[in-house]
């Protein structure tokens, strides 16, 4: 069975940083391309960043280019991302997921329960 594990989210004022991970079970990441999205209330989930399977290529939403950075660590399984300067609108549930490159679908039918990031002003 397949899980996926986000964490690192919390309470952060505007303007500072969090750095999530992204874990799994059941399916190895390494070989998949991977992003994050997010999703905030009322809003519909929206990718913001995304990295190929051996970290060559980088995908940024224009919302969190330059601010946020996606890393990824084959060896232990791992996908990260690096938000800094933190704004109130990057409030939202962050989610990650194995994605086809050209179109950004999840490849799993599978959602993690996410992590929360919450930026106050």
């Known amino acids: 069975q397949v899980q996926l594990v986000e964490s690192g989210g919390g309470l952060v004022q505007a303007g500072g940083s969090l750095r999530l991970s992204c874990a799994a079970s059941?399916?190895?990441?390494?070989?998949?391309?991977m992003a994050w999205f997010r999703q905030a209330p009322g809003k519909e989930r929206e990718s913001v960043a995304a990295i190929t399977w051996n970290g060559g290529n980088t995908y940024y939403a224009d919302s969190v280019k330059g601010r946020f950075t996606i890393s990824r660590d084959n060896a232990k399984d791992a996908v990260y991302l690096q938000m800094n300067s933190l704004k109130p609108e990057d409030t939202a549930v962050y989610f990650c997921?194995?994605?086809?490159?050209?179109?950004?679908?999840?490849?799993?039918?599978?959602w993690g329960q996410g992590t929360q990031v919450t930026v106050s002003s």
């Open positions: 059941g399916h190895t990441l390494s070989t998949d391309a």
């Open positions: 997921a194995p994605v086809y490159w050209a179109t950004m679908k999840n490849i799993l039918n599978y």
